[in-house]
């Protein structure tokens, strides 16, 4: 595989469980498992992933150069 597809496929393997557990926890605390609990999780996952990939190609840069501009100071 190319190189640079990495970082796309990477974030994306990130952000697949990240939102998976965020949709499941954010479920179970507001409704519980009540009726339609599978739909419920599966329409906040589809809204939840998109948007969570997309910030995270806006906010993993800010965050890389933040971190080597802390780590790099004596």
């Given amino acids: 595989m190319k190189q640079k597809y990495f ?7 990130v952000v697949i469980p990240m939102t998976l ?8 605390r507001n409704y519980g498992f009540g ?3 599978f739909y419920k999780f599966i329409s906040a996952w589809s809204v939840m992933l998109p948007v969570a990939y ?3 190609f806006l906010i993993i ?8 501009k802390f780590c790099s100071k004596p």
């Avoid at 840069?61 to 933040?66: D, G, I, T, Y």
């Fill in 21 to 28: 557990i965020m949709a499941f926890v954010g479920l179970i």
């Fill in 54 to 56: 997309g910030a995270a």
């Fill in 7 to 13: 970082k796309y496929i990477n974030t994306l393997f």
């Fill in 61 to 68: 840069p800010n965050a890389r150069k933040l971190a080597e």
């Fill in 35 to 37: 009726q339609d609990w």
